[in-house]
């Protein structure tokens, strides 16, 4: 059975000052699928993650999660901003992961994971703890749910911050880029509970220049190139049969993490 959409882009469009970042972006996501965002610096990944999550909003096309517009409603065929309060209810639906983690430095790591669930779920503080405890366990930091971002490598802290994001119970789950913060060795842990959350049936949005990982994780690969969608498909669809000069160079330039020769 094939599962239903939960993210569609419909020629997203987006600029900065006049400079046209986003150029068109058509994106399907279906429930529990893994879809990867890879390309050159520049080329538009992070823009377009932040317009799904409404960090940004975007100039022209739809953004739909579960068949409703982000951001917006539509009154007589025209564009509506919705409210900050509106804006928060779809954005607790969608979590986002960055490269930089965003942990509340004065937080415990516990503290941490519990704020959104009393803030913005309302939750008490009694339930928030226990779904803290719940998920610091799954990414492998009960021994450290009282410690200090300070305490905490940089692995440690980004698994912090994947514990904060799922124990909202998002319907989807967006990273830009999680580990490219991470001195090398820390890279394997963090992506050990990304493969987990997906295996899970984590609906997730990434960014990664991880590309063994990409390749072995994702069920389709979006290339962006220049603001737009320059190649998409499967894993070996897009890593093995580059339709472009621009995608071989781009893969190219990985072919020395990949261990040959
Ligand atoms: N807030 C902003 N103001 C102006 N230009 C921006 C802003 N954010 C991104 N850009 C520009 O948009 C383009 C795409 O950036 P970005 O989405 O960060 O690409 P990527 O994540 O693929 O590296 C870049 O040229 C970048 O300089
Ligand atoms: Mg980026």
Known sequence: MTEQVLLRAIDVHKSFGGVEVLKGIDLEMRQGQVVSLIGASGSGKTTFLRCVNMLEEHDAGDILLDGEPIGYRVENGQRKRLSEAKVSAQRARIGM????FNLFPHLTAEENVMLGLTKVLGKSKAEAREIAGHWLGKVGLSQRRGHYPYQLSGGQQQRVA????????PRLLLFDEVTSALDPELVAEV???????????????????????????????????????????????????PQSDRLRNFLGRFHGLFGRG
């Open 97 to 100: 992961v960055f490269q930089q």
């Open 162 to 169: 994947m514990a904060r994001a799922v124990a909202m119970e």
């Open 191 to 241: 992506l050990g509970v990304m493969k987990a959350l997906a295996e899970s049936g984590m609906t997730m949005l990434v960014v990664s220049h991880e590309m063994l990982f990409v390749r072995e994780v994702s069920h389709h690969v979006v290339f962006m190139d220049g603001g737009r969608v320059a190649q998409a498909g499967s894993p070996a669809e897009v890593f093995d049969n």
